[in-house]
């Protein structure tokens, strides 16, 4: 596990391939420059090699996704860089009037190929405006593509499809995740779960502890919330032996509900987990088509693990109290497994 | 034709479009919005002259027909997007508000405009295509702190961008004294930009200055801040004017068409008349008899 990289050498060792392989790119945001190289340094040394495709800018989000709309219609594919993910609430003009209508409402004559890279995610005592998981705000907006990173996907892949796509693409990061090894299936296993990643431009991947022979339940979940419920999973085999498949999906928006839909037909329950508040929230939508799509499969009600609809406090237990943890997500799945833990 | 007909001509094509619109809604023969440009169409017949529609890029507001008029000449297109017809410019999808046709742009939400025409001039500078990438705004999106965030912006990198603030002194129904504090060409001055502050509809002055303006941008690479005091005649949009008939009365004696007619010879003048009432009544044919967008 040591020679694995983590994940924020692996997002800036792609960074500085794209810029190698591509001449259209240029990296802007707050405090990019090196030696700084940006808040959690995915950006670091990148001004010292490209001095002129690094552009640092004023705090001023809510122009810079507009600054980025207007440089991808002229043919750039900027990656513009939120320091916090809290922040692109000073963004929704653009991203709802601007950056995901550009290319309907002008007829198709255009595109908006640009990245906005941005981390979400709490349990680092920031408090309620820096740890929040706003990219249920970004699931109501047709015409943009969302995508979570977690620590088991391909993330130089990830971000460089993203780079090479011709939408506008809201690539989530994580703030623990950054710090954690990329930790990639190897052989088909990561540890003793089997793995299956689907040969879509950005994957899901689907965990299984029994080689998808079914199990209780399957797990639906995304980005930071990935290590918590592969825990919760592991410690439902070690200790109930209640077998679980959990679907990681990378493509929230257009919502990836294939891997989830084959993996429900053969467990027959779903819990869905998210870091983000449960109102609204990406597990409602995935709830709702679930149950749409997988009625006949479903013998209970879908779960939702969420966190809870507040602020998230900076003091460490007040936080942990708010997020949802590992024992959400077993009482989620022992409610639609119908088993006592 | 002298450079004062084809700007005659310019103007009364715009005016003429934009009467014909209110008319045609009038008639319920177009749903939906228009916010006409009758009274201003000196500012765009001026600024617009100096720009080249296969380099330049004009980035408009909700107030964006005689801009386009100017840019691209495609009265068709732009009547039929309106009356909401599959030739439209943008398929009937895009409506009064948001047009797009080559380097035209236009979208409805105030000072939503001004950051991506500040990425436009950041891409082009980039691209060292020498394009000048002008944008309009009215005094109302004064209001808007996403503008001042790309003057500063616009200023600290040096960009290619001519700012057209056109204030025609309402921002809707809401007089500029209730809306915009201090002096509005101070606030492209603050933040390093050059600036210029014209108060007339001749659109004589207004090429003059436009002309200066432009150079400007174009040979230094830096951006403009170009104040432009009007008036429009017509209400903000339909049936929401509340101004004083006797203000509007006092402004429609400084009409920039009859500014610009006086100086023109009559029989040409009655020519050029002539000519456009017969393009605007063949548009309006070809447009009606255009397909249903979605039928």
Same mark, same amino acid.
């Given at each position: 596990?040591?020679?694995?990289?983590?994940?924020?050498?692996?997002?800036?060792?792609?960074?500085?391939?794209?810029?190698?392989?591509?001449?259209?790119?240029?990296?802007?945001?707050?405090?990019?420059?090196?030696?700084?190289?940006?808040?959690?340094?995915?950006?670091?040394?990148?001004?010292?090699?490209?001095?002129?495709?690094?552009?640092?800018?004023?705090?001023?989000?809510?122009?810079?996704?507009?600054?980025?709309?207007?440089?991808?219609?002229?043919?750039?594919?900027?990656?513009?860089?939120?320091?916090?993910?809290?922040?692109?609430?000073?963004?929704?003009?653009?991203?709802?009037?601007?950056?995901?209508?550009?290319?309907?409402?002008?007829?198709?004559?255009?595109?908006?190929?640009?990245?906005?890279?941005?981390?979400?995610?709490?349990?680092?005592?920031?408090?309620?405006?820096?740890?929040?998981?706003?990219?249920?705000?970004?699931?109501?907006?047709?015409?943009?593509?969302?995508?979570?990173?977690?620590?088991?996907?391909?993330?130089?892949?990830?971000?460089?499809?993203?780079?090479?796509?011709?939408?506008?693409?809201?690539?989530?990061?994580?703030?623990?995740?950054?710090?954690?090894?990329?930790?990639?299936?190897?052989?088909?296993?990561?540890?003793?779960?089997?793995?299956?990643?689907?040969?879509?431009?950005?994957?899901?991947?689907?965990?299984?502890?029994?080689?998808?022979?079914?199990?209780?339940?399957?797990?639906?979940?995304?980005?930071?919330?990935?290590?918590?419920?592969?825990?919760?999973?592991?410690?439902?085999?070690?200790?109930?032996?209640?077998?679980?498949?959990?679907?990681?999906?990378?493509?929230?928006?257009?919502?990836?509900?294939?891997?989830?839909?084959?993996?429900?037909?053969?467990?027959?329950?779903?819990?869905?987990?998210?870091?983000?508040?449960?109102?609204?929230?990406?597990?409602?939508?995935?709830?709702?088509?679930?149950?749409?799509?997988?009625?006949?499969?479903?013998?209970?009600?879908?779960?939702?693990?969420?966190?809870?609809?507040?602020?998230?406090?900076?003091?460490?237990?007040?936080?942990?109290?708010?997020?949802?943890?590992?024992?959400?997500?077993?009482?989620?799945?022992?409610?639609?497994?119908?088993?006592?833990? | 034709?002298?450079?004062?007909?084809?700007?005659?001509?310019?103007?009364?094509?715009?005016?003429?479009?934009?009467?014909?619109?209110?008319?045609?809604?009038?008639?319920?023969?177009?749903?939906?919005?228009?916010?006409?440009?009758?009274?201003?169409?000196?500012?765009?017949?001026?600024?617009?002259?100096?720009?080249?529609?296969?380099?330049?890029?004009?980035?408009?507001?909700?107030?964006?027909?005689?801009?386009?008029?100017?840019?691209?000449?495609?009265?068709?297109?732009?009547?039929?997007?309106?009356?909401?017809?599959?030739?439209?410019?943008?398929?009937?999808?895009?409506?009064?508000?948001?047009?797009?046709?080559?380097?035209?742009?236009?979208?409805?939400?105030?000072?939503?405009?001004?950051?991506?025409?500040?990425?436009?001039?950041?891409?082009?500078?980039?691209?060292?295509?020498?394009?000048?990438?002008?944008?309009?705004?009215?005094?109302?999106?004064?209001?808007?702190?996403?503008?001042?965030?790309?003057?500063?912006?616009?200023?600290?990198?040096? *960009?290619?961008?001519?700012? #057209?603030? +056109?204030?025609?002194?309402? !921002? &809707?129904?809401?007089?500029? @004294?209730?809306?915009?504090? =201090?002096?509005?060409?101070?606030?492209?001055?603050?933040?390093?930009?050059?600036?210029?502050? *014209?108060?007339?509809?001749? #659109?004589? +002055?207004?090429?003059?200055? !436009? &002309?200066?303006?432009?150079? @400007?941008?174009?040979?230094? =690479?830096?951006?403009?801040?170009?104040?432009?005091?009007?008036?429009?005649?017509?209400?903000?949009?339909?049936?929401?004017?509340?101004?004083?008939?006797?203000?509007? !009365? &006092?402004?429609?004696?400084?009409?920039?068409?009859?500014?610009?007619?006086?100086?023109?010879?009559?029989?040409?003048?009655?020519?050029?008349?002539?000519?456009?009432?017969?393009?605007?009544?063949?548009?309006?044919?070809?447009?009606?008899?255009?397909?249903?967008?979605?039928?």
């Amino acid at each position: 596990m040591s020679g694995q990289p983590r994940c924020v050498q692996v997002l800036n060792g792609a960074l500085a391939e794209i810029f190698e392989t591509r001449d259209d790119v240029i990296l802007l945001g707050e405090d990019l420059l090196d030696p700084y190289g940006g808040a959690f340094k995915v950006s670091e040394g990148l001004s010292d090699r490209w001095p002129e495709r690094v552009l640092t800018t004023p705090i001023s989000e809510a122009s810079l996704f507009g600054v980025a709309a207007g440089m991808a219609l002229r043919g750039r594919r900027p990656i513009l860089e939120i320091m916090f993910g809290d922040f692109i609430a000073l963004g929704f003009d653009q991203i709802v009037n601007g950056i995901s209508k550009f290319r309907e409402m002008f007829d198709d004559q255009v595109a908006v190929p640009l990245v906005v890279r941005t981390p979400m995610g709490g349990r680092r005592g920031y408090g309620p405006t820096h740890s929040q998981s706003l990219e249920k705000l970004l699931m109501g907006v047709p015409g943009i593509v969302v995508v979570a990173t977690s620590e088991c996907h391909d993330l130089r892949a990830l971000l460089v499809s993203a780079v090479d796509d011709d939408r506008p693409v809201f690539l989530i990061e994580n703030k623990l995740m950054y710090g954690r090894p990329n930790r990639r299936p190897v052989g088909g296993y990561l540890d003793e779960l089997r793995v299956v990643e689907t040969e879509t431009r950005y994957p899901a991947l689907t965990f299984s502890g029994s080689d998808f022979e079914g199990g209780a339940a399957t797990i639906v979940t995304y980005g930071g919330m990935l290590p918590i419920v592969l825990e919760a999973a592991t410690e439902l085999i070690l200790e109930h032996e209640v077998f679980c498949e959990v679907v990681a999906l990378s493509q929230l928006l257009p919502l990836d509900l294939e891997p989830v839909v084959e993996s429900v037909a053969r467990t027959g329950a779903c819990v869905t987990a998210e870091e983000g508040g449960l109102t609204g929230g990406v597990g409602a939508e995935i709830a709702a088509r679930v149950q749409e799509r997988s009625w006949g499969d479903l013998r209970r009600p879908v779960q939702r693990v969420a966190a809870h609809d507040g602020v998230i406090p900076a003091a460490r237990e007040l936080e942990n109290q708010a997020l949802p943890g590992v024992r959400d997500v077993i009482d989620a799945v022992a409610a639609v497994a119908g088993v006592r833990i | 034709m002298t450079l004062l007909e084809r700007q005659y001509e310019q103007m009364l094509t715009i005016r003429r479009f934009e009467e014909t619109l209110l008319r045609l809604f009038s008639e319920g023969k177009l749903t939906g919005t228009t916010h006409t440009y009758i009274g201003q169409e000196a500012d765009a017949v001026g600024v617009i002259a100096h720009l080249d529609p296969e380099r330049d890029v004009v980035f408009s507001n909700h107030r964006c027909h005689g801009h386009y008029i100017a840019f691209t000449g495609d009265l068709f297109g732009l009547l039929s997007e309106v009356m909401g017809r599959s030739t439209g410019t943008c398929g009937g999808k895009g409506g009064s508000q948001h047009l797009h046709r080559g380097n035209f742009y236009s979208n409805g939400v105030q000072g939503s405009i001004v950051p991506v025409s500040t990425g436009i001039a950041l891409a082009e500078k980039e691209k060292g295509t020498g394009a000048v990438t002008t944008v309009f705004v009215g005094d109302g999106t004064l209001g808007q702190g996403a503008l001042y965030e790309c003057l500063n912006m616009a200023s600290l990198w040096s *960009l290619p961008l001519l700012v #057209v603030v +056109e204030n025609n002194h309402y !921002a &809707q129904t809401t007089p500029r @004294h209730l809306a915009v504090a =201090g002096d509005i060409r101070a606030r492209g001055a603050a933040f390093g930009i050059e600036t210029d502050e *014209l108060d007339s509809t001749d #659109v004589e +002055e207004i090429h003059s200055a !436009a &002309q200066r303006a432009v150079d @400007h941008v174009r040979t230094t =690479g830096r951006p403009f801040f170009l104040v432009l005091h009007t008036y429009r005649f017509s209400p903000h949009s339909k049936g929401d004017d509340f101004r004083d008939p006797e203000e509007i !009365a &006092q402004r429609r004696a400084h009409d920039p068409l009859l500014v610009a007619g006086a100086r023109l010879d009559g029989d040409v003048r009655a020519r050029i008349d002539e000519a456009v009432e017969r393009l605007i009544a063949e548009t309006v044919e070809a447009a009606e008899a255009a397909p249903v967008a979605g039928a």
